[in-house]
């Protein structure tokens, strides 16, 4: 069975930095994509960007360059969301799903990760 | 980036009837050397992530109810409720997958009258 669990909810300050995690287990980590996905209170979804495990060659939404950072450790079939400096404004809830490469849907999601800043 | 405009933002049907929500795209998502549209619908309820419900425009997932149905091409895309069911109330979403950057329409609310 496919799974893709993230880590816990958390807390943070404005300035301070964050790395959450999404581990999958079900299928072969390296032959898929992992998308990260924000979800701000009440709103749509938005992609940030994806990363390809075999090379962790990574592609980012314009809207997101620059602010986050995705990467994966094969060894442990996990990929992770980095923010150097955390404003208000990451308050979401961020959601990893698998994706299947180029020109790909994605067909599982994990069960999201509620990212909290507040000073 | 490929804009994705959904409407209407909300919809109310009665329990039984049609619910249709639309999908417009900025540029053709049709790739025309498989004629194939890439384009999904995802399902999202209340506190939970999103579900795949349809990719290339009008496949349904394994397990999918057969009420659910997508058409169209190029620009301009629909996602049918035929007969529509209690659970199914939720946000339902497109998103195309043609750009290099993946973008989805901003949701359509569904609801019971």
């Known amino acids: 069975e496919v799974q893709l669990v993230q880590s816990g909810a958390e807390v943070k300050k404005p300035g301070e930095s964050l790395r959450i995690s999404c581990k999958a287990s079900g299928y072969s980590f390296s032959n898929y994509w992992i998308s990260w996905v924000r979800q701000m209170p009440g709103k749509g979804l938005e992609w940030m960007g994806r990363?390809?495990?075999?090379?962790?060659?990574?592609s980012y939404s314009p809207s997101f360059q620059g602010h986050v950072t995705i990467s994966v450790d094969k060894s442990i079939s996990t990929a992770y969301l980095h923010w150097s400096s955390l404003k208000a404004s990451d308050t979401a809830r961020y959601y990893c799903?698998?994706?299947?490469?180029?020109?790909?849907?994605?067909?599982?999601w994990g069960q999201g990760t509620l990212v909290t800043v507040s000073s | 980036d490929i804009v994705m405009t959904q409407s209407p933002e909300s919809l109310a049907v009665s329990l039984g009837e049609r619910a249709t929500v639309f999908c417009r795209s900025s540029?053709?998502?049709?790739?025309?050397?498989?004629?194939?549209?890439?384009l999904a619908w995802y399902q999202q309820k209340p506190g939970q992530p999103p579900k795949l419900l349809i990719h290339w425009a009008s496949t349904r997932e394994s397990g999918v109810p057969d009420r659910f149905r997508g058409s169209g091409s190029g620009t301009d895309f629909t996602l049918t409720i035929s007969s529509l069911q209690a659970e199914d109330v939720a946000v339902y979403y497109c998103?195309?997958?043609?750009?290099?950057?993946?973008?989805f329409g901003q949701g359509t609310k569904v609801e019971i009258k």
């Open positions: 540029q053709s998502l049709l790739h025309s050397p498989i004629n194939k549209n890439y």
């Open positions: 998103q195309q997958y043609f750009g290099t950057v993946r973008t």
């Open positions: 799903a698998r994706d299947q490469g180029l020109y790909s849907e994605n067909d599982f």
């Open positions: 990363i390809d495990p075999t090379d962790s060659d990574t």
